[in-house]
């Protein structure tokens, strides 16, 4: 980052200038939001701007899947997030020149999102092209309290002469419309999978349209899905110089504009009200009465009084939520900034899902993911147990859609879909997308997570036992039983583990540990049910048609469960064929190669050992009770180089583990990567809106990975790993209805007891400790544990010796063979033309 530009501020991401050459990625960095609502960064006079955006979350339009080959079971249905009707828009007008961003003549730039109130507030100083100078002032803010709610001011003074000012506040549907000053995003570059697809058609069909009485509404219905949504503006304007108001509205766009003869220091101010509903079926006029109450109920309170509540709830996210370490402030803001993102995308989700983009952008078509459970549950289940709750109770009320799609595949029981908003599978490539069957066992992980850390057994007794229940159907109907000799095994076929560029293989190791946990989780849930709640046992089995057969073949196919150990190089194979393969030498691929999905067929991509991302070492941190320190040192040491970070998910793995296993300084450089991931926009993308999972792992890669926190079956540990540079790192933790103040400096660790009466047991680095109220815990720490030198990633793979006796060999493939030296295609092309003599 720019430190001349963007300053390190511990509390807030500052621009102290204007730039139009990272647009998109700024939108998408300044964005504001609360879970449900979000809103872009553009700038209020509407441009200039790469992808002006405000989306609802889950609010989507259905369109069908078009297949070249297609096949029984694929995905019929996609869903894509809308961009619901813009009411950032407040264009300025003085003399009747434009304020346009990028032209216009500014002599003073600044913005600044504050993580302490979630306020984002702009101020410029604008020299017109008669010599005027005028100061405008701007803030935004979407309310964690009020979810239909955002709030925002303009406040216009002339500083030097009198002027004509025109302030047009509008309402604009920006998804079938545009305003004349859009500029599009995209280029020519390689088709990204990541982005958003367009629709052919019209979106939002117009239901009414009204603006009277200061207030501005619109209602639509979505063409294909027949979601509904109806937002409402408030205008409260003040002045007291001479001036008109006009209101107009038509299917696309309402605006009230005022006309103002502004005087020389004599401010003029507009607070500008917004608030948005959806359903999946009321019809828009009833919507149109949730507006009007919700702007009804506001208009009772002054502004003040909604970022006086904001600030309290972010007080209290914050004491919770922090995270405060002993670095430079780079650092502190960096971490704030992506806790801030989690609070963004989660708060007030309130039984929806939580998009890999929270409601940032469209890229992933606003989708939801694996990313949830694994790489932000965690950190809602020790900050914020109640959205872990919310987010849990989400994928419960998925369970009837994962049932149909469960036969779809002729498995029993429940699968989860890869990728989804509504509940139906969205991937229209099964090889990286629903063979990813792993889903299943990465909700049970979070829901056992979330019960053991909290302590809410009364969830899993009402809600999370039938997903263990259906879960484990599905994984014991999906393997099946082999003897070869000795012990029969259980063995999995034909699924895709995290890495994505290793598809549809046998006995994935990270499904197969998954896979073992869900089963574990259910035998061991439905029989403790038994015992002390033998009436909702009854209801379970009425309900579900549960035997005890069933509880006991989950825990034989547990307990024979395959997981793959190659004797000759001593590491766990990815899975039952990945080290046939020869190995893809990344240290000889160009940077402009990468990310390698982009650039080389999946075929070419899948004949290599190569990961996109963790996948045995992303299995060794969740279940790191089930190795021993020897073979995560090996696997570590052997997939590291063959990991190419291409998928934001990776470097905060690669950083828990390395810091594990002794590589420190790898540690901190995959942290890095990750801490950066969008203020840096170190992967290209950032304008496709937020990288959620990459900021919860930020959360994880500090606790887990540098704190050294593990909760293996319900036993909470810690195993610190500080790095050497860093003075301390301290932070909250939620555990079982107590609250842990928890610090780690270089030789020290301190525990006290925050909230809650204990006693809390707890084991650091193997010996028992018990926390009680009355005294802070201060265990001395002889080390950070061990260190290795080197740096492991992108060096050349030294190979090795399979089991067989075969040595594994290194190389790359050339895409640009056919560019470089002959395009055969030129020729069959002119072939094919018609004679033209």
Not at 503 to 518: G, H, K, P, Q
């Amino acid at each position: 980052m720019d430190r001349r530009r963007f300053p390190a501020d511990p509390w807030q991401l500052v621009e102290t200038s204007y730039s139009g050459g990272d647009l998109g990625a700024c939108e998408t960095l300044f964005s504001v939001g609360n879970g449900y609502l979000g809103m872009r960064g553009n700038p209020e006079e509407g441009r200039e701007a790469v992808e002006h955006g405000t989306f609802i979350n889950g609010f989507h339009e259905t369109w069908p899947i078009q297949h070249a080959e297609a096949a029984f079971g694929f995905a019929r249905t996609g869903q894509t997030i809308v961009n619901v009707p813009d009411a950032k828009l407040i264009k300025i007008y003085v003399d009747d020149e434009p304020l346009m961003l990028g032209t216009s003549e500014l002599e003073h730039y600044e913005r600044r999102l504050d993580f302490r109130s979630g306020m984002l507030c702009r101020s410029l100083i604008w020299r017109t092209p008669a010599g005027k100078r005028v100061k405008v002032e701007s803030t935004r803010m979407v309310s964690m309290v009020e979810r239909h709610l955002a709030c925002m001011t303009l406040e216009v003074t002339m500083l030097t002469g009198d002027a004509p000012l025109v302030i047009s506040s509008q309402l604009l549907n920006r998804q079938d419309g545009q305003d004349g000053y859009r500029r599009e995003g995209g280029g020519s570059g390689p088709a990204d999978p990541r982005k958003a697809s367009g629709f052919e058609g019209r979106v939002l069909l117009p239901r009414y349209h009204d603006a009277s009485d200061d207030r501005l509404s619109l209602g639509y219905q979505c063409a294909h899905s027949g979601m509904t949504l109806g937002v409402a503006v408030q205008h409260r304007f003040e002045t007291t110089d001479g001036h008109e108001v006009v209101m107009r509205s038509s299917d696309d766009l309402a605006k009230a504009v005022f006309r103002v003869e502004a005087t020389e220091g004599t401010p003029v101010r507009l607070e500008k009200v917004v608030t948005y509903h959806t359903s999946r079926g009321v019809r828009p006029r009833e919507l149109r009465d949730r507006c009007d109450r919700t702007l009804d109920r506001v208009a009772r309170h002054s502004l003040q009084h909604y970022r006086d509540k904001q600030r309290e709830w972010y007080d209290g996210f914050w004491e919770a939520a922090d995270v405060e370490v002993g670095a430079s402030a780079e650092v502190q803001q960096a971490v704030r900034f992506n806790l801030f993102t989690l609070a963004q995308a989660s708060a007030r989700a309130d039984g929806l899902g939580i998009a890999a983009k929270g409601v940032t952008g469209s890229g992933y078509e606003g989708h939801y993911f694996w990313d949830t459970e694994i790489y932000v549950m965690p950190f809602l289940t020790y900050t914020q147990p109640q959205l872990a709750r919310n987010a849990l109770h989400f994928r419960r009320r998925m369970l009837p859609a994962a049932r149909i799609r469960a036969q779809e595949m002729a498995q029993s029981g429940a699968l989860f879909p890869w990728r989804t908003i509504n509940g139906e599978e969205a991937s229209a490539y099964y090889a990286a997308g629903s063979a990813q069957m792993h889903i299943n066992g990465d909700i049970v992980y979070a829901l056992m997570q979330y019960v053991t850390g909290s302590g809410d057994h009364d969830f899993l007794r009402l809600d999370g036992v039938d997903l263990l229940v259906e879960t484990a159907r599905m994984w014991s109907d999906l393997g099946f039983w082999r003897t070869n000799g000795g012990a029969p095994t259980f063995h999995i076929h034909g699924v895709t583990g995290p890495d994505e560029y290793t598809t549809v293989v046998n006995n994935n190791l990270f499904t197969n540990l998954m896979a073992r946990f869900n089963l574990e989780a259910a035998a061991r849930t439905t029989s403790r049910l038994l015992e002390v709640d033998p009436v909702a046992h009854d209801k379970l089995v009425g309900r579900l048609g549960l035997r005890k057969e069933e509880v006991e073949e989950w825990q034989r196919c547990a307990d024979g469960m395959t997981v793959p150990f190659d004797e000759g190089l001593g590491i766990h194979p990815q899975d039952d064929f990945f080290l046939d393969r020869e190995v893809w030498d990344l240290s000889r691929t160009p940077a402009d190669l990468r990310p390698l999905m982009l650039h080389y067929h999946p075929l070419v991509i899948y004949r290599f050992q190569v990961l996109k991302q963790a996948d045995v070492v992303l299995a060794m941190f969740l279940h790191g009770n089930r190795f021993t320190p020897e073979e995560k040192k090996a696997d570590f040491e052997y997939y590291d180089p063959i990991t190419t970070g291409d998928s934001t998910l990776s470097a905060v793995v690669q950083s828990i583990m390395a810091a594990e296993v002794g590589y420190h300084d790898v540690a901190m450089d995959y942290f890095q990567r990750a801490l950066y991931t969008d203020l840096g926009d170190l992967h290209h993308n950032t304008v496709d809106g937020m990288h959620v999972a990459s900021s919860g792992g930020v959360w994880e890669a500090l606790v887990f990975g540098f704190a050294g926190m593990r909760d293996h079956g319900g036993q909470l540990s810690f195993d610190p790993r500080l790095p050497s540079t860093w003075d301390s790192i301290a932070f909250s933790l939620a555990w079982q209805g107590s609250r842990l103040g928890v610090e780690v400096v270089q030789d020290a660790l301190s525990l006290r007891l925050v909230k809650g009466e204990g006693p809390v047991a707890l084991t650091v680095r193997g010996v028992q400790y018990t926390l009680t109220s009355d005294r802070t815990l201060k265990i001395p720490l002889p080390d950070q544990g061990p260190r290795f030198d080197g740096l492991l990633g992108d060096k050349p793979h030294s190979g090795g010796i399979r089991a067989d006796g075969t040595r594994i060999t290194a190389g790359v493939p050339d895409p640009v063979q056919i560019n470089e030296r002959h395009d055969p295609y030129s020729e069959i092309n002119w072939a094919m033309e018609p004679d033209r003599g």
